[in-house]
């Protein structure tokens, strides 16, 4: 058991890892700020006046990164998550620019002066600045390719995880566990266990005191 504790924990570190290294990208020059969440009793704090929209589609959670370069150039990104990819299409639609440039990032995107939206799955990001410069568009480029591609990671990792750690044979192998038992085999493996205990006697040790000597 000792075993098998120390295996779940090392798996449980690895997809925490592997996960969270994917939630925002890490852009050359730029500082990131500690990541904030909102959900749907605090959505109010951070879009006051439009939360009520977002909360009618069944919205769950949002997360928002602060991207800063040298002091005086800020970007924003903002994920929110939905139930389904309709409910995120849901909002998507009502505020997508009709005049906009579609772009091809997940499912669905546009973008304008200083603004990049898109769908992606069950969420709706949006990324924006005042800035319009060339490193900032690439800047804003480069984080919603890496996020529109994150689905497709996320596969690659539970690929990964089932191919790595998710065997028992891997785990026999390493010694967390002491033996596989084919499906086939169950009945015989217990029934060779409850043999071998039938006749079980466990010696202990004489009794040195009847009491403690006080």
């Known amino acids: 058991m000792k075993k098998l504790k120390h295996f779940l924990f090392f798996v449980l570190i690895f997809i925490s890892y592997k996960i969270n290294a994917q939630t925002f990208p890490e852009i050359a020059g730029w500082k990131m700020a500690a990541m904030k969440s909102y959900?749907?009793?605090?959505?109010?704090?951070?879009?006051?006046?439009?939360?009520?929209?977002?909360?009618?589609?069944d919205f769950i959670d949002l997360q928002v990164e602060e991207y800063t370069l040298n002091d005086s150039v800020y970007l924003t990104v903002e994920v929110y998550k939905f139930k389904n990819q309709n409910c995120?299409?849901?909002?998507?639609?009502?505020?997508?620019?009709?005049?906009?440039?579609?772009?091809?990032?997940?499912?669905e995107g546009y973008k304008s002066k200083g603004l990049l939206n898109f769908l992606t799955e069950d969420k709706y990001v949006k990324i924006f600045s005042h800035d319009n410069s060339e490193q900032t568009v690439q800047a804003m480029n480069r984080i919603a390719k890496e996020i529109a591609e994150k689905p497709a990671k996320a596969t690659e990792l539970v690929a990964e995880y089932e191919e790595e750690l998710l065997n028992p044979y891997i785990a026999a192998d390493r010694g967390f566990i002491d033996a596989v038992i084919e499906p086939h085999t169950t009945r015989a493996q217990i029934t060779k266990a409850l043999a071998a205990l039938a006749n079980k006697r466990v010696d202990l040790p004489t009794r040195k005191h009847g009491n403690i000597p006080l």
């Not at 605090?42 to 006046?49: E, K, Q, T, V």
Request: hydrophobic share 40%; proline share 0%; aromatic share 18%.
């Open 88 to 107: 995120a299409f849901g909002i998507y639609s009502q505020e997508r620019q009709v005049k906009a440039e579609f772009i091809h990032f997940g499912t």
């Open 39 to 57: 959900n749907a009793d605090n959505l109010w704090d951070r879009i006051d006046g439009g939360a009520e929209g977002y909360l009618k589609f």
